[in-house]
């Protein structure tokens, strides 16, 4: 019996072994630039300002061309709402607010050299828009919400040493413009964010 249990134990560690062997594994770490779009509608006008901010990466690859990852964002930006009333009178507030994103992507990648290899995301999430409670924020009630997004992108990773590769992309946000759940400040559209981003890549 023990001999039989010692026998599975290594054919166990031997598939384990080949499985992780065969792993392509990597994760990275990104710092981006965030540019939102204005978002208009319901007499409101949504106009966020441009932040940055670092974007965490894990990626499996399946076969040689198709690899899925999830991602996980932090940036941190102003929400500037002007609301228009029917006698034509404008007020304006402010939200500074956290923004995490949590995302998972399909990844395509055409073809590869020994050092670049280019590729292509498309998938989707959430995220999180929550109200950084200080001074700044001149509008009340604001509170945390969700909305899901549309995550798109490309670009290419380029091998520096055995296992650490230079990674530069584009991703593109799709999502409902945020109104922290404050009556009047929805604008009714969709926003997008616009985020390049450089890193460094670390393979398993």
Known sequence: MLRGFATV???VLFFASVV???SRSDVSINAFGSFVTQSS???VTLAPTASAGFLVTYRH???Q???VE???AFS???QNYTVTDLSGNQSSNSIRSSVHEASADYVFTPRKSARLSPFLLAGGGALIFSPVSNSINTASGAATEAKGVFVYGGGADYRLLRNVALRLQ???LLYQAPDFNIFGYSTGGWQHTAEPSAGVVYRF
């Open 61 to 63: 690859a399946l076969k």
């Open 9 to 11: 134990v290594a054919v």
């Open 70 to 72: 999830l991602n996980y």
């Open 20 to 22: 992780l062997a065969q």
């Open 65 to 67: 061309r198709h690899a």
């Open 170 to 172: 584009y991703r593109g």
């Open 76 to 78: 941190r930006n102003s």
């Open 41 to 43: 509608g319901q007499q």
